[in-house]
């Protein structure tokens, strides 16, 4: 690009899509309106070249700062990083094809030396003539706060279209103003700050600027009244909303003629179709992707009922922890009447309890056990019998239970567009059915189960000797097999990229043989492809390793297949080395695995259970995610890629004040959260989130590590305010201590876990009506923004675990009860940390 366009480079950047489009002169005439049109001219000449077909073969070794390797597109080879290859691909999207605009920005891209050098070069260059202005470093760790469904449905389409106005109250004093945007029903208008107006107040309008064009009856006036007033430091920005006590049916017909024949001309407001599009893209990548159970509690007379629990790919696993050896599901263990009315009798930011599982396998059945921090501490001489011999158990897990309230309604999520667009629109715009809606009518409360277990948490809790004679006495935390718990019946929103085929619950005995080693195990789900598996020890082989398996119990219940030694190929393996996901490696000579499981399913469909596909009530795994959605307990994260960075894209939540919002609001923008804590303390750049997310791909389970922060606000420099480690960053346990109670004698520690994953592609299919509709009006807005989400590479949830990390480096109830407030309020500078530990 020549020096002369460089300033155009946005505008630039935003037409590329435009080039090969119908309307691509008149989208320039409106973008670059405010360019002269020799300018426009040099414009438009440009973004043609960059859109020829290129030929030239790209080969970057030794060129930047990344490994290159071969990368095929249409038959020619080029020698890509990885850098260079996201680049390629996300410029030949706009483009349609490999052009001379892809081939520039892929070899400029951030990493390039010769970029980095004159960039070196040009920043030299600036600080010897003048001073270098210093952003301010938190900016860089910012990110918008969305609502998940947090977006308006418009009944009707807004015009964009500004015309002057006079406006009178009741007491007929007159206000001049100029209208925003104008619909057959309202006007958003804008006016001098100093007029004192209130909401509900009624006003008459007259368009004066429409008066000389239009023949308007300038006797009577149009009935309004002030729907929500917005307050800037400039002027106010009124709602009004079209009265018809007054009727005055000449005006209305004449408006509804003006707006229809202007739309195009004017253009039509998008701001909440655009707000709703990003909003469901963020929601899209989030809910498939997050490991809690959300699970749906019933009120029926005074009682606490689990019901439904909300499933995907990411928690599905977790779930299948609480099936027994029949594969009934008894998650509803957890959530006795007594457990949940104890967490909604806490104060409303803290809703929340620790719960530590362990299940026992007996004689082929599943005994579970569990007990929450009080639980424990009402029997104090077992509670480190209890916590001790359950870490050293395969099944331990810590769970964080959180409650919040919900309203059935809020499972109907409309589009962002009135009916009146289509009739697909209205179909899709339908509320659920009285039959669905019937179901939920009783469902009140959320309860979010995530399991929080971690190898450091688990070594602590293992340190706890245990005596062998004493055990017998932990069938006080045992749920009883003759009191089954409630059915808490598990539904999955259908999301376009579920999996390619129905995996059956099955649990059966299973024989791992590698290299000249047997590791006894029983699978967890088959299917006719793969299945997963649970071993008793330890299994250190990679992925792609190629394994046998024996089913002794399978076996004799068939003489037609021989299932000995039959292959398979490792494709995944759980953190603690136990859970074994394997494909089938089939050959012509060898696919009896597939074979028998095919015959298997096929002969027992009604006896093997799957997670529901077919729904009992159309549409209720839906009306389940739209309630969740609206109702995001945790903080969750988005990080898009800029340059060789992960930076901050978005953040959602609906908590609006707890122990963790209030530090991520620290000197954070309005309707911004600081996301600091997670990126650097005060000496140095973290390097999870970078480390991470170069090593797993889309699709896969998230990482999650444990982060301790210390929060002072009164310090004004952010690092001195906050200062964060990951735990594994501590070498001994008692460094570990000596951070918690140095943070909490200068101010407050918060222990979050920090999640993270890569996001997969985002469905469009889902907001295609919107999308249309912005394309209708400014495709060129539509194709920017499906190009911004692309963008999105990862994803995440923070969770706060101060209260059972300060329990577990035994700090006294009272710190832990201090720490929940904010930090001026209860510094406890000076003080030993004998007084902050139990007594």
Not at 156 to 167: A, D, K, L, P, Q
Not at 221 to 233: D, H, L, M, N, Q
Not at 431 to 453: D, E, F, G, Y
Request: charged share 30%; proline share 4%; with cysteine.
């Amino acid at each position: 690009m020549s020096q002369d366009l460089e300033e155009y480079h946005d505008i630039i950047e935003e037409l590329k899509p435009m080039i090969n489009e119908p309307e691509f002169n008149q989208v320039l005439n409106q973008v670059a309106s405010g360019i002269s049109k020799q300018k426009r001219f040099l414009l438009k000449m440009e973004l043609m070249r960059l859109a020829r077909p290129c030929i030239r073969l790209i080969d970057l070794r030794g060129l930047v700062d990344g490994k290159c390797r071969i990368y095929e597109h249409q038959g020619k080879e080029h020698s890509l990083d990885d850098i260079a290859i996201e680049t390629f691909e996300r410029q030949v999207r706009i483009f349609g094809e490999y052009t001379i605009g892809v081939y520039e920005a892929v070899t400029n891209t951030e990493n390039n030396f010769r970029v980095r050098y004159k960039k070196e070069q040009e920043e030299a260059k600036a600080q010897r003539n003048k001073p270098v202005v210093v952003k301010p470093k938190v900016e860089e760790f910012q990110a918008p706060i969305i609502k998940f469904g947090g977006f308006a449905q418009r009944g009707e389409e807004r015009m964009n279209f500004s015309v002057n106005i006079e406006m009178f109250t009741d007491l007929n004093k007159s206000i001049q103003a100029t209208t925003i945007d104008v619909s057959v029903n309202g006007l958003k208008v804008k006016a001098s700050k100093e007029h004192l107006l209130k909401p509900e107040e009624r006003l008459t309008v007259q368009f004066r600027g429409l008066e000389k064009e239009y023949l308007l009856d300038k006797r009577q006036g149009v009935a309004y009244i002030i729907s929500s007033i917005e307050r800037t430091k400039d002027d106010q920005r009124l709602n009004l909303k079209r009265q018809f006590d007054i009727p005055f049916p000449s005006f209305d017909k004449f408006f509804e003629r003006f707006i229809h024949g202007n739309k195009r001309r004017y253009k039509v407001n998008l701001d909440n179709t655009i707000t709703a599009i990003q909003n469901k893209t963020y929601e899209q990548y989030y809910i498939p992707s997050f490991v809690s159970i959300p699970v749906f509690i019933e009120k029926v007379n005074e009682r606490y009922v689990p019901k439904y629990a909300l499933a995907n790919d990411c928690n599905r696993e977790e779930i299948q922890y609480w099936a027994n050896e029949l594969q009934d599901l008894k998650i509803g263990y957890l959530l006795s009447d007594e457990r949940i009315k104890h967490g909604l009798s806490l104060d409303k930011n803290r809703q929340e309890m620790f719960i530590f599982v362990f299940n026992h396998i007996k004689n082929e059945k599943v005994y579970f056990y569990s007990a929450t921090h009080a639980e424990l501490d009402a029997k104090p001489d077992l509670k480190n019998l209890f916590l001790g011999y359950g870490s050293r158990k395969i099944s331990w897990r810590i769970y964080k239970l959180e409650f919040t309230e919900v309203d059935p309604e809020q499972s109907y999520l409309p589009l962002s567009i009135g009916n009146s667009i289509n009739d697909k629109v209205k179909r899709q715009n339908q509320k659920p059915s009285p039959r669905l809606m019937s179901r939920l009518k009783n469902i009140h409360h959320v309860a979010l189960l995530t399991n929080v277990t971690d190898d450091i948490s688990t070594e602590h809790y293992q340190k706890f000797k245990i005596k062998r004679e004493q055990l017998a006495q932990l069938k006080v935390f045992g749920h009883p097999r003759n009191r089954p718990p409630p059915v808490v019946t598990v539904y999955r929103f259908k999301y376009f990229n579920q999996r390619r085929e129905t995996r059956f619950l099955l649990r059966t005995a299973v024989q791992v043989s590698i290299d000249g080693v047997v590791i006894e195990g029983h699978t967890e789900d088959i299917s006719t492809q793969g299945l997963r598996i649970e071993l008793e020890k330890s299994f250190y082989q990679t992925d792609k390793a190629k394994v046998n398996l024996s089913f002794p119990q399978l076996q004799s219940v068939t003489t037609k297949y021989e299932l000995t030694d039959l292959p398979y190929i490792v494709r995944n393996l759980s953190k603690d080395k136990h859970v074994v996901h394997l494909q089938n490696f089939v050959t012509e000579e060898s696919n009896t695995a597939r074979r028998f499981f095919e015959a298997l399913i096929k002969s027992n469909r009604s006896k093997l259970k799957a997670y529901r596909d077919e729904e009992e009530v159309p549409g209720i795994g839906e009306a389940l995610r739209n309630i969740y959605a609206k109702n995001v307990i945790n903080v969750a994260y988005f990080l898009r890629k800029d340059g060789v960075e992960f930076v901050p894209d978005a953040v959602a939540t609906s908590t609006d004040s707890n122990r963790l919002t209030q530090l991520l609001n620290f000197q954070a923008k309005p309707k911004h959260f600081n996301l600091y804590p997670l990126f650097r303390n005060a000496q140095k750049r973290h390097d999870f989130i970078s480390h991470t997310l170069a090593q797993i791909k889309p699709n896969d389970r998230p990482e999650m590590r444990e982060l301790f922060i210390a929060f002072d606000p009164s310090k004004e420099a952010m690092g001195d305010a906050i200062n964060s480690y990951f735990v594994d960053q501590f070498t001994k346990p008692e460094q570990r201590r000596q951070f918690v109670a140095q943070a909490l004698q200068n101010g407050q520690f918060i222990a979050v876990k920090v999640f993270l994953a890569r996001t997969g592609r985002p469905d469009f299919e889902t907001m295609q009506s919107e999308l249309n509709y912005v394309g209708v009006y400014a495709v060129h807005k539509a194709k920017l923004l499906e190009e911004q989400l692309w963008n999105i590479s990862a994803m995440g949830d923070i969770i706060d675990v101060t209260d059972e990390v300060l329990r577990r480096y035994e700090f006294s109830e009272n710190a832990i009860l201090l720490n929940h407030k904010p930090p001026a309020t209860h510094k406890v500078k000076q003080v030993g940390i004998e007084q902050l530990l139990k007594t």
